[in-house]
Structures are given as structure tokens and as C-alpha cells.
């Protein structure tokens, strides 16, 4: 029997014209154990601390796809991270994958390839309905669409951020 969440992916793959690609999807708790598994840290304390804020994690070079919920906030972090894989394949925004597994560079997040995820998502989200649409924008606390767009613009001689 095929739950939501399939059904998700295989919409958002379809959407994204992914089919050709094979993707494979991880989710629920062997991918909250995958992403635990990729932090290290001085302490044991401070990996599962930063691990327990992500949400979803891709490896675009091998077409894999880590999503540890899948309620409708899984959902959205499957599109954001599909749409990573999409990037890749097609080199879109000049995709390039951070070194490290979850930056805290503040330039990290203003990433063409970040912002381009977190719209998609939204507006995958929103076009089917999940009514947690607003609680998403957790990925724009600090940054929105448009003007994060402009200070990109603006900064990009002096930070490459996609890079």
C-alpha cells in the first residue's frame, strides 16, 4: 500500500521531471539515523544537538535523499531536497555542494541553490494544499526571497556565496 509520503515523492520527482533519474528517498527513522551518524563534534552532546536541527539531507553526486519526518513538514523538506537533486543534475545556479555537512556561514543560506530549494518548496507546499505552508518559512527567519535576492546581487562581487 502506498502511503502520503510516497505519493509525494513520486509528485514532486514528476513535477521536478526527475523521472528519468533514479533517485532514491531514505526517510523516517533510518534517515534520522543517517544524518546522527554524519555529525562529528568535540562532544558527543554537541553532534546530537546540531544533527536534531536537520530535517533532511541530499547527496546530489549520488542522487540520495534523507527526510527524517513525513508529515507535511517532511513533505516540504522532501521538496527542498529533491529540488537540490535537480539542481545538480541539471547545474542549475552553478550548483556547487557545501564542504561541510551543515554550514553556519550566514552566507550559506543566501545561496542561490538555497533560496531557489526554500521557493520551491514553499510553492510546491502551497499548491497542494498542506496547510502547514506558513510554519516552512522557517527556512527565511533570517532571510526572504526577494531582498535576500537583491543583498545577493549586491554581495556576489565581494562573497562568493555559491561557492
Same mark, same amino acid.
Given at each position: ?26 526517510? +523516517? ?7 546522527? #551518524? ?9 553532534? /546530537? ?21 513525513? !508529515?507535511?513538514?517532511?513533505? +516540504?523538506?522532501?521538496?527542498? /531536497? ?13 550548483? #556547487?555542494?557545501?564542504? !561541510?555537512?551543515? #554550514?553556519? !556561514? ?7 541553490? /538555497? ?46 556565496? !555559491?561557492?
Amino acid at each position: 500500500m502506498t502511503n502520503k509520503f510516497d505519493i509525494h515523492i513520486e509528485k514532486i520527482k514528476k513535477e521536478l521531471d526527475l523521472n528519468s533519474i533514479e533517485v532514491k528517498v531514505i526517510y +523516517g527513522e533510518e534517515a534520522r539515523n543517517k544524518i546522527n #551518524s554524519m555529525f562529528v563534534a568535540k562532544t558527543v552532546k554537541k553532534a /546530537e544537538k546540531a544533527a536534531k536541527n536537520v530535517t533532511g539531507y541530499c547527496i546530489p553526486n549520488e542522487n540520495i535523499v534523507y527526510v527524517c519526518k513525513t !508529515d507535511n513538514l517532511g513533505i +516540504g523538506t522532501l521538496a527542498h /531536497e529533491l529540488r537540490h537533486i535537480y539542481q545538480y543534475n541539471l547545474k542549475y545556479h552553478n550548483f #556547487s555542494f557545501p564542504r !561541510d555537512f551543515y #554550514s553556519k !556561514d550566514p552566507y550559506y543560506w543566501c545561496r542561490l541553490a /538555497e533560496l531557489d530549494a526554500n521557493e520551491f518548496a514553499l510553492k510546491y507546499c502551497k499548491g497542494n494544499n498542506l496547510g502547514w505552508y506558513n510554519i516552512f518559512k522557517y527556512h527565511y527567519r533570517i532571510l526572504r526571497i526577494k531582498s535576500t535576492r537583491a543583498i545577493h546581487k549586491l554581495l556576489k562581487p565581494l562573497h562568493n556565496c !555559491d561557492k
